[in-house]
């Protein structure tokens, strides 16, 4: 059975600059997560999702972060003007319900 | 202000021997505990997880949870340097086990 699947695996931007994170959950995977993990630092929830539903973005910075999941599978992760303090690790996770959480290898973002 | 608090930052044990890492919430509403292994540059892997007072066995590693004073610990018998990791604990509200809040981790070297 195939993992989560991330991309891209890294990522390098200035300041100011767009960048969007894509996220394939395990087949058959009603939940999707986004994490950001700092380094040295435990993960922490961005957002996550139950289908194509958001059920708790409150912790997503809305004004520069974004996150869909149209079709309740895929998702994408989007930030509109990088800041410094945004270098972290970008995780997805999924699970079935609120069982286990599988995590995806990550992006991990370098902002300039 | 983080919900769950690790102890130590850092262990260094010899192969072969006992690892034991401490996990508390200062949040009341929780209810369930999961123990999550990340390999350095690899994601977090669900070792464990448990929701009663006592104690849960599985191979090497034991889990404690005392309910009352929301404090958790695991244990690594036999510490194999394969075992050195980030050693992430999470705790979940009892309204939603799919929230996880992170701590910062225990960094655990085994030496051989």
């Known amino acids: 059975e195939a993992g989560v699947t991330q991309s891209p695996r890294y990522a390098v931007l200035q300041e100011g600059q767009a960048v969007s994170f894509w996220c394939d959950p395990i087949?058959?995977?009603?939940?999707l997560y986004w994490y950001q993990q700092p380094r040295d630092q435990g993960p922490q929830l961005l957002v996550y999702?139950?289908?194509?539903?958001?059920?708790?973005n409150s912790q997503l910075p809305s004004d520069r972060f974004s996150a869909v999941r149209p079709k309740g599978t895929n998702s994408t992760l989007k930030i509109q003007s990088a800041k410094q303090g945004d270098t972290a690790t970008y995780l997805c996770?999924?699970?079935?319900?609120?069982?286990?959480?599988?995590f995806g290898p990550g992006t991990r973002l370098t902002v300039l | 202000q983080q919900k769950v608090q690790q102890s130590p930052e850092s262990l260094i044990v010899p192969e072969g021997g006992m690892a034991s890492l401490n996990c508390t919430s200062s949040?009341?509403?929780?209810?369930y505990f999961w123990w999550y292994r990340q390999h350095s540059g690899k994601s977090p892997k669900m070792l464990m997880?448990?929701?009663?007072?006592g104690e849960k066995e599985e191979g090497r590693f034991t889990v404690h949870l005392n309910k009352a004073s929301l404090h958790t610990s695991l244990h690594i018998r036999d510490s194999q340097p394969s075992d050195s990791a980030l050693y992430l604990c999470?705790?979940?509200?009892?309204?939603?086990?799919?929230?996880?809040?992170f701590g910062s981790g225990t960094k655990l070297t085994v030496e051989p």
């Open positions: 997880s448990i929701f009663s007072n």
């Open positions: 999470a705790a979940s509200p009892l309204s939603n086990y799919n929230v996880l809040y």
């Open positions: 999702f139950r289908d194509e539903a958001v059920i708790d």
């Open positions: 996770a999924s699970s079935l319900s609120s069982y286990e959480q599988y």
């Open positions: 087949s058959g995977h009603d939940t």
């Open positions: 949040d009341r509403n929780v209810d």
